[in-house]
């Protein structure tokens, strides 16, 4: 047995606790603060309670606010610029998991000593960076506990930058910034961070104990609360315990990488701007139904925790686990095909092959994915 297992070095689960933001901040000698977020956040008034205290504290606090879905390389540039103009010594991720990339990236390139397009791809990133903070406002990504930032680099591309360098001096997971979240949302967020748990649990690659260990105990805390947030938002209980499985599945994942369903989203949220949890959730039901000959044992496995009370062989269990999830989200009000979301039959030969650009991804699956099988995969989620 063998594995290198990586970790953010603090989380701290507080409700209310990014009140205390300020605080944190200037315990670590933070001087001048950047705090990078999307307008969503900032219009929601997420940040005006944290805010009180940088004024109480003195502490100069500056707040980029234009990260947008799926980010591109303009508005990376754009914020590191940011932050290097008011001397930042100090960056803060606020918000989901785009505004959390992009708080990475700025962390790592506003000394300047880097540049973006040379770390594209593992361990090409090697800091130092800036102190960093993230704070998720969705319980999906787990963008605050990953190696991992995605940016988008043209129409139909997205690129990762992997490397420990991008884990966070601190993730702070308060739960009530998650109780406005609309349920659209919540769904395909949830969604987001089951499919996160099930890749790491089944990846062909760097598969490890600890990440499975904390697989599954995502699936237990997601799975038995999900349908609670969505149709009650403000059970903060509930929020809570999506916001704690969604970091865990994160943790899980940025040690034993996802895989196939997620090189197939991938496309779709780059050339279509279907946000990245829906796009996920709409390949999920394929994806799994073709890994099903060979993972069928770690699928069972699953679904005793997804939907206790499967019934006969691991193999029947397993397709009873992925006929469950393929009715999730229209259970949850989602879109349940490729077509409801403005896909068509003409679009697949063009998405199969930017699929078969995620290599990254596609050398994770648990049974090789070709560019026909992409074809057929996009076909069966029309």
């Not at 603090?10 to 200037?26: C, D, Q, T, V």
């Not at 395909?188 to 490890?208: M, P, Q, S, W, Y």
């Not at 895989?259 to 779709?268: E, F, K, N, S, T």
């Not at 979301?341 to 030969?349: C, K, L, R, S």
Request: hydrophobic share 45%; glycine share 8%; proline share 4%.
């Amino acid at each position: 047995m063998k594995f290198d297992f990586h970790s953010t070095r603090s989380i701290l689960l507080e409700r209310g606790g990014s009140s205390n933001l300020a605080k944190r901040i200037f315990e670590r000698g933070g001087k001048s603060v950047l705090i990078v977020t999307d307008s969503g956040v900032l219009s929601a008034g997420l940040l005006t309670k944290a805010l009180v205290q940088f004024q109480e504290l003195s502490l100069s606090v500056h707040i980029f606010s234009d990260v947008l879905a799926d980010p591109p390389v303009s508005v990376i540039d754009s914020a590191v610029k940011a932050a290097q103009n008011c001397k930042a010594d100090f960056i803060v991720g606020f918000g989901g998991g785009s505004s959390m990339d992009v708080a990475k990236l700025v962390a790592l390139l506003a000394a300047g000593k880097e540049k973006l397009a040379d770390v594209y791809g593992v361990d090409m990133a090697k800091g130092p960076r800036l102190p960093l903070i993230l704070v998720p406002t969705t319980a999906g990504t787990g963008s605050e506990v990953t190696t991992i930032a995605i940016v988008t680099i043209s129409e139909s591309e997205k690129k990762g930058v992997v490397s420990p360098q991008l884990l966070p001096d601190v993730s702070l997971l308060d739960a009530e910034l998650t109780l406005g979240l609309p349920s659209h949302v919540t769904a395909a967020t949830g969604i987001d961070a089951i499919v996160h748990a099930i890749e790491a649990f089944t990846t062909k690659r760097l598969k490890n104990p600890v990440s499975d260990c904390l697989a599954k105990e995502a699936l237990r805390l997601l799975a038995g609360n999900l349908h609670k947030v969505v149709k009650s938002g403000s059970d903060v209980i509930a929020r809570e315990n999506m916001l704690l499985g969604a970091c865990l599945a994160g943790m899980a994942f940025t040690n034993a990488p996802v895989a196939g369903v997620h090189a197939l989203a991938y496309p779709i949220g780059a050339r279509f701007h279907v946000p990245h949890g829906l796009s996920n959730s709409l390949m999920l039901g394929p994806v799994m139904r073709f890994n099903l000959e060979v993972a069928h044992a770690m699928y069972a496995e699953l679904g005793k925790i997804i939907k206790p009370g499967l019934q006969g062989s691991t193999q029947e269990q397993a397709a009873q686990l992925i006929d469950y999830l393929g009715s999730l989200a229209g259970e949850l009000g989602l879109a349940k095909s490729l077509v409801e979301v403005g896909i068509t039959a003409n679009d697949v030969d063009q998405l199969a092959k930017e699929a078969m650009l995620q290599t990254r991804l596609l050398q994770n699956s648990p049974r090789e994915i070709t560019l026909r099988d992409a074809r057929d995969l996009y076909r069966e989620a029309l």
